[in-house]
């Protein structure tokens, strides 16, 4: 390494950690505060002064779309699927989590990386198979033509984290409840299940933030508009709104608030479940 190099690493090293963070910081939120203040304007203040403050401001870009019923309607429709799917892929990578931690058989391994395999799997892939499946069982036009393979493709990485954790929790515990005469199946409710409730909200908030920022699934299953879910109503209010460019920003802007706030909720759970896991690592 020459003296130059080495001269540019020291002063880098230098260079506050928390610096570093502002400056990102301020990368990722730029566009957000610009779409949140660009839907205040008309699109004719828009063209005229892009980076200035609105004048004067225009609130029933916001205040037209909070009236509107179909808004609601899609954010109730994007809310039930997330649940939906939420429940259905940690219920089921839960017990398969529980299986392939805790139990010894012939093809555990190999069961395992089955699932593994399932991270490599793209899910564009699979859009014209899964649209004859869906078509072939009426699950077209319905929730669970949503809801089912969200959480088919969402079991990998929850199964692959569950199981960490579960494996983690000392087979003595899972012995001494064995001897007070504990069920396997009571085992896993009565004592693991609480014990990784980190991971268990980890994996939770995975879920719910997949299933709701999915775009391409609900546009192939619901071609009715009213199982539509706000990605696929940002792109359809986008097309009728084209001309309208400050509309457009309110309604990304309304569209990213529930996912932003649940966000803002379930962080602490979320970076406290990820630094357990690789604690215990």
């Known amino acids: 390494m020459t003296a130059p190099e080495a001269v540019g690493r020291r002063r880098?090293?230098?260079?506050?950690?928390?610096?570093?963070?502002?400056?990102?910081?301020?990368?990722?939120?730029?566009?957000?505060?610009?779409?949140?203040?660009?839907?205040?304007?008309?699109?004719?203040?828009?063209?005229?002064n892009p980076f200035g403050l609105p004048s004067p401001w225009v609130t029933?870009?916001?205040t037209d779309i909070l009236a509107s019923s179909s808004f609601w309607r899609m954010l109730g429709s994007s809310?039930?699927?997330?649940?939906?799917?939420?429940?259905?892929t940690v219920g089921?990578?839960?017990?398969?989590?529980?299986?392939?931690?805790?139990?010894?058989?012939?093809?555990?391994?190999?069961?395992?990386?089955?699932?593994?395999?399932?991270?490599?799997?793209?899910?564009?892939?699979?859009?014209?198979?899964?649209?004859?499946?869906?078509?072939?069982?009426?699950?077209?036009?319905?929730?669970?033509?949503?809801?089912?393979?969200?959480?088919?493709?969402?079991?990998?990485?929850?199964?692959v984290i569950l199981r960490g954790f579960f494996r983690a929790i000392p087979g003595e515990l899972e012995e001494a409840a064995t001897l007070d005469g504990c069920s396997p199946f009571g085992f896993f409710w009565r004592i693991l299940l609480p014990m990784a409730r980190p991971a268990l909200g980890t994996v939770s908030v995975l879920a719910v933030v997949s299933s709701w920022n999915n775009f391409l699934l609900?546009?192939?299953?619901?071609?009715?508009?009213?199982?539509?879910?706000?990605?696929?109503?940002?792109?359809?209010?986008?097309?009728?709104?084209?001309?309208?460019?400050?509309?457009?920003?309110a309604y990304l802007v309304l569209a990213m608030v529930p996912a932003l706030a649940f966000y803002a909720v379930a962080e602490r759970q979320l970076i406290g479940g990820i630094t357990m896991g690789a604690t215990k690592g």
Do not use: C, H
């Open 60 to 62: 029933s870009n916001y």
């Open 92 to 159: 089921a990578a839960a017990l398969a989590a529980f299986s392939l931690a805790r139990f010894a058989y012939r093809g555990r391994e190999l069961l395992f990386t089955l699932f593994t395999v399932g991270l490599m799997f793209p899910f564009a892939v699979a859009i014209l198979p899964l649209f004859i499946l869906l078509r072939t069982f009426g699950l077209l036009d319905n929730p669970w033509g949503v809801i089912l393979p969200q959480a088919a493709f969402g079991l990998p990485i929850t199964i």
């Open 12 to 48: 880098f090293g230098k260079v506050p950690v928390y610096v570093i963070v502002w400056l990102v910081g301020i990368v990722m939120v730029t566009p957000l505060l610009y779409a949140l203040i660009s839907g205040f304007k008309s699109t004719d203040q828009l063209s005229s």
């Open 79 to 88: 809310t039930l699927v997330a649940i939906g799917t939420t429940l259905l």
């Open 218 to 249: 609900p546009l192939l299953v619901f071609t009715q508009e009213t199982w539509w879910t706000i990605p696929v109503g940002v792109q359809q209010f986008q097309g009728q709104y084209a001309a309208d460019i400050a509309r457009v920003f």
